[in-house]
C-alpha cells in the first residue's frame, strides 16, 4: 500500500526558515521524479521543486530560487525541502508528489501518479 506522508508546516515570520519533508512506503523514491507544488487560496496549484535521484536532475520555480533547497534521504525514502527567507507570498499549502516520468522545468513532477494530503505553510508579514 502506498503512503506519502508530509510534515514540517506551520506559521513563521516573513525572513524565517521551515523545512517540510516527505516519507514514501510503498514505493522508492529513487524510481521517480518527486517534489513540491503549493496552492495558496483563490489560486492555481504550482509547482515549487523536484528531484529525480536516478539523472541528478533538480528545478525549481523562479520564485523560490536561491530560497528553497530540494533534497533526498534514499536510505530513509524521504525528500525533504528547506525553505529559507519566507515572504508572505509562500503562503499556502504545499503538497509532496511523485511522478514515474522526469522533472519539468517549472518546479514539478511529470505523470503524477502519488500525492501527499498537504501541508500548510502560513508566513506573517
Known amino acids: 500500500e502506498v503512503h506519502v506522508v508530509e510534515s514540517g508546516g506551520g506559521l513563521v515570520q516573513a525572513g524565517e526558515s521551515l523545512r517540510l519533508s516527505c516519507a514514501a512506503s510503498?514505493?522508492?523514491?529513487?524510481?521517480?521524479?518527486i517534489g513540491w507544488l503549493r496552492q495558496a487560496p483563490g489560486q492555481e496549484r504550482e509547482g515549487v521543486s523536484c528531484?529525480?535521484?536516478?539523472?541528478?536532475?533538480?528545478t525549481y520555480a523562479d520564485s523560490v530560487k536561491g530560497r528553497f533547497t530540494i533534497s533526498i534521504d534514499n536510505a530513509k525514502n524521504t525528500v525533504f525541502l528547506q525553505m529559507n527567507g519566507l515572504k508572505p507570498g509562500d503562503t499556502a499549502v504545499y503538497y509532496c508528489a511523485a511522478g514515474d516520468s522526469y522533472c519539468s522545468n517549472y518546479g514539478f513532477p511529470v505523470s503524477i501518479r502519488y500525492w501527499g494530503q498537504g501541508s500548510q505553510v502560513t508566513v506573517s508579514s
Open positions: 510503498g514505493f522508492t523514491l529513487d524510481d521517480y521524479a
Open positions: 528531484i529525480r535521484s536516478s539523472d541528478g536532475s533538480v
